[in-house]
């Protein structure tokens, strides 16, 4: 996902992306009530969750925050119900997007994502429509000078990855991306956990399996529009199949 690697990267150096401490504690309070609304609320039987703890006190999030998120996620505060809906249109350039979203509130957040499409001339596509342009996976962030490629490789072969690739995490820090099918997700992360390598991030996800080229006026436009989408509070991730030349991406973060 070359277009979203250096995307991310380019965000980071222009401080769109997480610029404000309170975006950044909430992305990280989103990443807890998912993976408590997948394990449960005990971290010592979720390792998601142990994974979305450690990030957030690596950002000095607040505890009664981290509870609460926790609580959210697990369903564990009256009146309250998290789900995950997924929603799809075709951007820009007839770039596929899948925006995946962690709502308490399914009738306000619709609205408001169909709202930031059609002020674009967008429409939401049907479910499906989209998502036949991706893989799902299994995926683990590992940080990049935390082990060589090739021993990271050799061990991720024995316990069920099927590949190895540099990617780019959301705060523009270079990562190995170690892919898996769906199902062996849980023995590829205990067989490395078990080798010693250091995880910075697990779960399931969505990889293009054909990339579409944008450049000029559809690259401006697609990259606003996923920039407009992910700053909305129940955005949790946009997965979009474009691709940008490196000269693309340099005029537009010079711009």
């Not at 449960?40 to 390792?47: L, Q, S, T, Y």
């Not at 950002?59 to 981290?66: A, K, Y």
């Not at 169909?114 to 001339?121: I, T, W, Y």
């Not at 190995?176 to 996800?205: A, H, I, P, S």
């Amino acid at each position: 996902m070359a277009g979203h690697s250096k995307w991310a990267n380019i965000k980071h150096r222009k401080g769109a992306q997480d610029a404000k401490r309170s975006k950044l504690f909430s992305k990280v309070v989103k990443d807890i009530m998912v993976a408590a609304r997948v394990g449960g609320p005990d971290p010592d039987a979720n390792p998601r969750l142990r994974l979305a703890i450690a990030k957030a006190k690596a950002v000095s999030l607040p505890r009664e925050n981290l509870d609460r998120a926790i609580k959210k996620g697990a369903g564990l505060l009256d009146g309250q119900t998290f789900e995950e809906v997924m929603y799809e249109a075709y951007g820009p350039g007839g770039v596929a997007l899948l925006i995946e979203v962690l709502t308490d509130n399914r009738a306000r957040t619709g609205p408001e994502i169909k709202h930031l499409l059609s002020k674009r001339g967008i429409p939401l596509a049907a479910s499906g429509a989209a998502a036949h342009s991706f893989n799902r996976v299994g995926r683990l962030l590992v940080p990049h000078d935390s082990i060589e490629e090739e021993d990271l490789l050799m061990a991720g072969m024995e316990h069920g990855a099927d590949d190895v690739t540099e990617d780019v995490n959301d705060n523009g820090d270079d990562v190995w991306q170690v892919v898996c099918e769906v199902g062996d997700l849980e023995t590829l992360r205990e067989g490395l956990e078990g080798e010693g390598v250091k995880l910075e991030e697990y779960g399931l996800w969505w990889i293009p399996t054909v990339s579409v080229p944008v450049e000029g006026g559809d690259a401006d436009k697609l990259l606003a529009l996923i920039e407009v989408l992910e700053e909305n509070d129940d955005v949790q991730n946009v997965h979009a199949n474009f691709e940008i030349s490196d000269e693309e991406m340099e005029r537009i973060a010079a711009t």
